[in-house]
């Protein structure tokens, strides 16, 4: 039990890359879990740890098509808390700690130890790594000329994983912009993306004419003075995904928006 677990660590870690039969070797045969010191997991040991791990959580443990035969597991965030749990019960097997009472500990926060701490704070930010460097990447791509219609692009300073994509010379006319709302907590353990049209300006005049000729909901006011605009299309608005967002299906609905935006602009 303590060696397929630690393979599911592993192979949780590694993901979305991977790892080879070869490179979990070499992994197992310094590990400080391996009590027999055996140079490596066998082949047959290998595919039956593979299927019970596979049967007993309900997961699919994917070999890669490139010919490389790379083993992994989908990024969502049920995998991450597999490796979590996994972890803490390799970890603490050294303290001959049992399944139930580790249960009891992290759903009670009780006698989590420090490294434990900083360790499911580790967790919570891979969770989030893939939202941020999502968002980095947009940022780069619009100031970089990469996303027709827009040069600018920035971090929202009052809400996490949302970025603000423009073009300058319109935003000096509108005062408005593309909102993106990266979220990766949403229903079924998947992450959502969400686009606005986002407006500084408190002219309602203004907000009824960019409701009605961009096809958009009444505006909600958050975070102060902005007004946040849905599409009506929730396929212009939402955008679901299971592991990692699709960049360029992001990039394609942003560029759908503000082309609509500035052409509004110079209408």
Not at 93 to 122: A, W
Not at 206 to 234: M, N, S, T
Request: aromatic share 10%; charged share 35%; net charge negative.
């Amino acid at each position: 039990m303590k060696r397929a677990l630690w393979m599911l660590s592993e192979l949780i870690e590694s993901s979305p890359m991977g790892l080879t039969r070869e490179e979990l070797d070499r992994k197992w045969a310094v590990s400080t879990f391996n009590d027999k010191g055996e140079k490596k997991i066998n082949k047959r040991t290998f595919y039956r740890l593979r299927d019970d791990l596979q049967e007993i959580f309900q997961i699919d443990i994917i070999c890669s098509k490139d010919g490389n035969k790379r083993y992994y597991i989908e990024q969502t965030e049920y995998s991450v808390f597999l490796g979590m749990l996994c972890q803490l019960v390799t970890d603490n097997s050294k303290r001959n700690l049992s399944l139930k009472d580790l249960m009891l500990q992290v759903l009670n926060g009780v006698e989590i130890t420090e490294d434990e701490k900083r360790m499911l704070e580790d967790i919570s930010f891979k969770i989030g790594k893939e939202a941020y460097e999502c968002g980095k990447w947009l940022i780069k791509e619009a100031e970089e000329g990469r996303i027709k219609g827009a040069d600018k692009g920035q971090w929202s300073e009052h809400r996490k994983y949302h970025l603000c994509i423009w073009l300058e010379e319109e935003y000096q006319r509108l005062k408005s912009w593309v909102g993106v709302n990266i979220n990766r907590k949403a229903a079924d353990g998947r992450g959502d993306i969400r686009f606005y049209i986002v407006c500084e300006s408190q002219d309602e005049t203004l907000h009824e004419r960019l409701i009605e000729q961009l096809a958009l909901q009444p505006g909600e006011k958050r975070e102060g003075d902005y007004w946040w605009f849905a599409p009506k299309d929730d396929a212009l608005h939402v955008m679901s995904y299971v592991s990692m967002p699709d960049r360029n299906a992001i990039r394609g609905r942003i560029e759908t928006l503000l082309s609509s935006l500035n052409q509004f602009a110079t209408s």
